[in-house]
C-alpha cells in the first residue's frame, strides 16, 4: 500500500553541533523514508523561518522541539492515510496546513522534513532510485527523454565571512573542475587540488584549519590573497587554471551592505554599487572567475540589474539571498533582467514541489540553477539526487572534506556508477566561462 501509515521526528544535530529536524515518514508497504533539514548560518531575509524553540536552558535557545512536536502531531494528522506518490497533494497539504507565506507556524524544519521524507518513502515503494521519482514528480522525464546529468561541483576550499573566524569578507572561495569528461574526474582533480592547498598552506605557515564548509580558513586579508593560493594550488596540483578548474566566488554581500554602501573590510573604505562592481572588474581581468554568487545585496536590484548589462555575458551571476528559491522574487529578476542564475536551497522555501517549480521558471526562462547545501549539514544527500534529477548541471556541497560535505559527493559517485553510460557530465556547458584566462 502506497498511502502514508505513520509520521514522526526526533532532534538531531547538524555539522556545527546546532538541534535540527529529522522525520520518519512509513508506508502501508511498509516503505521508509527519512529527511534531515539543513540550517543556514548567512540567510537572506526572504527565507522561510525556521522554528526554534527559545528555550534557553536548551541548546543555547536553539532546540527544535516545538518543530518536532508539530510532526508528530498536526503534520502527522494531516497526512496519515494520504497517497504518498502524489508529491503535489502532499505538499499542498502542508503549505495549507501552516498557512503562512514563509511556513514560520510549523516552521519550515518542519515542514520541509515531512515534503522529503515523503519523497524518499515513496521512491522506495516504487523501487526507485530517488534521483528518477524526483524526476517523474517534476515532471521532468519523457518517453525516450532527457539523459541523466551529473553536475559540475562548485568546491569551497577557502572559506571567510559567516563560514569562518577570519578576516575575509568574502565568504567561499571556489574552485570549479569543469574541464573534464566525467565527475569521477572532475572531483579528483578539485579534491587533487585542495590536498595541494593544504601544502600551500603549511608551507606558508597558515593555518589548515577548516571552517563551517570544509574549506580552509587561514587569516588572510584580501580577497586576491585567497584567489593567488588557490592559482597556485591548481597549478601545484598540474591542472590548467580556467581551462581545466576555474575559480567561483560567493560574496554575500548582504552580510556588509550598510546604508546604502559595501563595506569591504580591504578596500579601506565605504565603496558605492558601483565601485564593488569595478573591483569585481578588476578580479575578472585577473582571474579565471566563472561565477560570482551574490555580488550585491538582496535588496539592492538597481545595482543587480546594471552589473547584469555590463557583465552578465562574461560571467554567471548567480541570486542567493536575492532570490531564496523564491518563485516570485525570480519573476521579478526575470523581467528586469537580474543576474542569470538562481541559487537552491529546499529549506528556504519548504517542499519539494516549490523547489521543483522554481527550478522549472528558472531553466525555462534561461537562468541556470545551482543546487546548494547549506553551512549547517546533516549526512542526508537528498541534494545530490536533486541535481541530477532536474539536470541543473552545477552543485555546490562544500569542500571535499568533513562528512557531512562528502556525502553528497559520494552519493553522485554513487549514481554515476550506477547510471554508467547513460549519464553525461556537464562540465563546461554547465557555466559561462570567463573570457580572460590567466
Known amino acids: 500500500m502506497k498511502t502514508i501509515r505513520s509520521v514522526t521526528a526526533w532532534e538531531i544535530l547538524d555539522s556545527r553541533g546546532r538541534p535540527t529536524v529529522t522525520v520518519q515518514v512509513t508506508l502501508g508497504s511498509g516503505a521508509v523514508g527519512l529527511a534531515s533539514v539543513p540550517s543556514g548560518a548567512s540567510t537572506g531575509s526572504f527565507e522561510a523561518v525556521e522554528l526554534r524553540d527559545g528555550d534557553a536552558q536548551r541548546y543555547n535557545g536553539q532546540g527544535v522541539l516545538t518543530a518536532v512536536n508539530n510532526v508528530r502531531t498536526e503534520i502527522a494528522e494531516a497526512l496519515m492515510g494520504k497517497d504518498a506518490t502524489d508529491q503535489e497533494d502532499i505538499d499542498h497539504t502542508l503549505i495549507a496546513l501552516d498557512g503562512t ?55 569551497n576550499v577557502l572559506n571567510g565571512g559567516r563560514h569562518a573566524d577570519n578576516p575575509l569578507d568574502v565568504q567561499e572561495f571556489m574552485l570549479v573542475p569543469h574541464g573534464f569528461d566525467s565527475f569521477p574526474r572532475a572531483l579528483q582533480a578539485g579534491t587533487e587540488t585542495f590536498h595541494a592547498l593544504r601544502k600551500l598552506l603549511l ?29 597556485a594550488a591548481i597549478e601545484k596540483a598540474g591542472y590548467a587554471p580556467g581551462r581545466e578548474i576555474a575559480l567561483a566566488l560567493d560574496v554575500a554581500a548582504t552580510e556588509f551592505y550598510q546604508d546604502g554602501h559595501y563595506h569591504l573590510s580591504e578596500a579601506g573604505k565605504p565603496l558605492t554599487a558601483q565601485e564593488l562592481g569595478a573591483l569585481y572588474d578588476q578580479w575578472l581581468e585577473r582571474y579565471p572567475i566563472v561565477s560570482i554568487e551574490d555580488a550585491f545585496a538582496e535588496e539592492d536590484w538597481d545595482a543587480w540589474s546594471a552589473y547584469t548589462q555590463q557583465q552578465g555575458d562574461r560571467v554567471q551571476l548567480v541570486g542567493d539571498d536575492l532570490f531564496v528559491t523564491n518563485p516570485q522574487r525570480l519573476r521579478r529578476g526575470i523581467r528586469q533582467g537580474v543576474a542569470d542564475a538562481i541559487l537552491i536551497k529546499l529549506n528556504q522555501i519548504g517542499t519539494l514541489t516549490e523547489t521543483l517549480r522554481t527550478i522549472q521558471l528558472a531553466q525555462s526562462s534561461g537562468y541556470a540553477a545551482v543546487i546548494s547545501h547549506r553551512s549547517g549539514e546533516t549526512d542526508d544527500t537528498f541534494i545530490s539526487d536533486l541535481a541530477v534529477a532536474t539536470g541543473a548541471g552545477q552543485i555546490k556541497a562544500g569542500a571535499p572534506s568533513r562528512g557531512e560535505r562528502v556525502a553528497k ?22 557555466v559561462r566561462q570567463a573570457v580572460h584566462v590567466s
Open 101 to 155: 507565506a514563509n511556513r514560520s507556524r510549523l516552521g519550515a524544519n518542519a515542514v520541509l522534513g515531512a515534503s522529503l521524507a515523503v519523497a524518499r518513502a515513496a521512491a522506495r515503494h516504487r523501487g526507485m532510485p530517488l534521483y528518477r521519482y524526483i524526476a517523474n514528480a517534476g515532471g521532468r522525464e519523457r518517453p525516450g527523454g532527457n539523459r541523466c546529468i551529473l553536475p559540475v561541483p562548485q568546491l
Open 203 to 231: 608551507e606558508r605557515g597558515l593555518s589548515t584549519g577548516v571552517g563551517d564548509e570544509g574549506g580552509f580558513a587561514p587569516a588572510l586579508t584580501a580577497s586576491t590573497e585567497a584567489l593567488d593560493l588557490l592559482m
Open 409 to 430: 559527493y559520494n552519493r553522485l559517485l554513487a549514481i554515476g556508477h550506477e547510471l554508467e553510460d547513460k549519464a553525461v557530465f556537464a562540465g563546461s556547458n554547465a
